[in-house]
C-alpha cells in the first residue's frame, strides 16, 4: 500500500455520513417523465437527434455531442419525445436545454451487445465505445470522460488514479458505490488502464471508509493483475479535489496553468470507473447514476440509483420524504454545493448529493463583518492562495493583482469561508470575480473579431467604390471616343 | 597594385552612403510601424461596436480623432463606464461621467431578422459595419448573432421594420478544466 502524505492546508470537517451509510443503495422507481439535460454544464449543448412525438427505448441515443468536450445523452426510459425546452437543472448553469420523454412503462431497451472481452479490444476501440456511452465524470464536475482519456492518452500518462475519497461532508455516494460494487470499480480501473496505456493505477480512499477499502482490497485481491495499489488519504477537506488528491498520492503537484496529463497523471472518479465497466459488462450506455440523499429534513436519509433525468422530489419521495421543516435544497455537498431552486429539477451527470438542510444545518451565524486580516484563510486554503489579499484585489476591481495572486488557481471549495471570523463569503466573490474575468475575455475576443470585420467591411466598400468609379471614367471616355469617331 | 588613393577612399565612402542609405530608404517605406501606436492603444479599449453613436463613423475614426485632441472621451455609451476609465486612464485624464448627448449605455444585443416580413431588399447589408447580416437580393436575409455587434445601424434603412435587437441567446463561458 503506497504512503501518501497530506497535502496542505484544508479542513477537517464533520462527515454527516452515518445516516445513508446505515442502508443499502435503494434502487429509485423509473420517472413518468424524464428530464434529460442536454448541457452537462460545461455550456456545450448535445444536439437532438429526435424530434418531438419519437418513440425512443432505454440506451437510445436522442442527442448527439458537439465537438471534443461534449457527451452524447442515451434516453433512460422508454416512451415518447414530449418536448425540447430550457428547463432548471442543478448546477452552475442553473438552465440547460432539457429533452423531456414520457415514460410508457414497456421498458424496452436497445439491443445490448453481449459482454465484450475487453482484454481483446484495442484500446481506441474501447475509447470510442467510452465516447459512445456519454459518459461524463461522475464525480460531480461532469468533465467528458472520453475527452479526459484521450488526452491522457496522447500524452502517455503513466499513473492512473482513481478518485474515492469524496471528502465533502453529506456525499457518500462513491463510499456506498466502492462498499458493494468494489469489483465493478476495480473492472472500469483497468478498462481504463488498457485505453490510457497505464504502468500504474491506484485507488485512492479516505482513511474514514473503512468499509469500502476492505471491499477494494478484496476486489484487488481477486484480480491478479499487477500495477492497481491502494492509497488511503487522511480524511481532509478537500482531500478528493483532482489537484489536491494528485498531490497526496503521487508527491506531484499540477502546475496551475497546466492538466493533469501534462505531468502524466489522470484522475478519474470511482464512480466513472463502474460506469465504465458496465460499458464493457453489458455495453449500456450512461442511464443512472447513485445520488446521496440527505439531511435533517429528510426522513429516512439514504443513497438511491435512480436514472438520469428522474426530479428529485421522486429521490426524496423515495427517502421517505420530507420531514421537519427543510429550508433549502441544495445540490452537491455543504461546502462546494449550490441551491436549487425547486425538488422538480432532474437528476444529471453531475449530481452527487441533495442536501434538503434545516436551518441547524445551514449554521447561520449573522452578517457580514469587515476583513480583520487575521490570516486564517490563508492558513487553511488548499491551493496555497491569500484569500484575503484576494478580497481586496476584488473588492478594487485589480485585475492584474488577481491574476499574480492566483486567482485562476481557487478550487472554489469554500475552506476561507468555513473559517472566516468575519463570514465574509470570499469563495462567492472569487467565482463572480473569475466569472467577471472569463465574460470581459469572452468581450474582449469579440472586439478583436469585430474590429477586423470591421476593417474588411471597409476594405470592401473602398475597393468597391474604386471600381464604380473606374467604371464612370471609362464609360465617359468610350463616350468622348464615340463622339469624336 | 598601387596603394589607396584619396579617390579610392572617396568611392567607398559614397558607395557606402549610397548602400547604407537605400536600404534606410527601404525600411522606412517597407518596414513602417502599421500606424500611429497611441491611436492602436486607444482602438483596443473601445468595445468595438462600430455603432458610430460617437459620431465618427466607426470606433477607429473615434480613436484617431480622439488622439488627434479633437474627440473627448466620453462619447462611447456601448463602452459605458469601464471603457470611460480605462481611456481616462490611458490619456491621464480625469474620467467623468458620459456625455448623454451620444446616447445611454444598455446591455449587449444583438440584432434579429423577422424571416417572415423581411422582402429582401439588401438595404441593410451595406450598413453594417461588420458584415454580419447574410442575404442578396430578394433572398432571405439572417443576422450572424455571433458576429452581430448590436449596433443597431441596420434599423433605419430597412423598409419594412423587420429587424429587432433582442437578448443575446445565454451561452455561459466555457468553464475552466480545473473545476474540483
Redesign the interface.
Known sequence: MARPRRFPAGLELPPFKSGPMGRPILAAAAPSLATLALDQ????AAQPVVVVGDRVRVGSLVARSEGDFGVDVHATVAGTVRSLEVRPVPG??A?SPCLVIENDWTDDREDASTPLDWQATTPADLLARIRSAGIAGLG??A?ATHAKLEAARDAKVSHLVLNGAECEPWICCDDALMRERAADVVLGARVMQRVVDAERVTIAIEDDKPEAITAVEAALAATDHHGLALAVVPAVF?AG???QLLASVTGIEVPGDA?PPAVGLLCQNVGTAAAVARVVTSGEPLTRRIVTVTGSAIAAPANVEARLGTPIADLIEACGGYRGEPLRLIAGGSM?GRALPSDDAPVTQALNCVVVATAADLAVHGSEMPCIRCGDCASVCPAGLLPQSLLRAVASADAQGLVRLGL??C???GCCDYVCPSRIPLTARFVAA??ER??R???ER??????E??????R??AAGAEAERREFEEARRRARGDGQS | MSEWTLLDALALAAGLAAALGAALGWAALRLRPDADPLVERI?AL?????CGQCRYP???PYAEAIARGEADIDRCPPGGEATLRALAGLLGREPRPLDPDYGVTKPRQVAVIDEERCIGCALCL?A?????IVGAPRFMHTVIER?C?GCELCLPPCPVDCIALVAPA???????????
Open positions: 454544464g460545461n455550456g456545450i452552475a448553469a438552465t460531480g464536475a468533465f478537500p479535489a483532482e489537484r492538466w462546494t485562476a488557481d478550487i472554489e471549495c473569475r466569472r472569463r465574460l475575455l469572452d468581450q469579440r472586439a478583436a473579431r469585430a474590429r470585420r470591421y476593417a474588411g467591411h471597409e470592401r466598400l | 482602438d473601445l468595445p468595438q461596436t462600430q466607426g470606433c477607429r451595406p453594417c459595419p461588420v458584415d454580419a458576429e455587434t445565454q451561452t455561459p463561458p466555457v468553464r475552466d478544466r480545473r473545476a474540483a
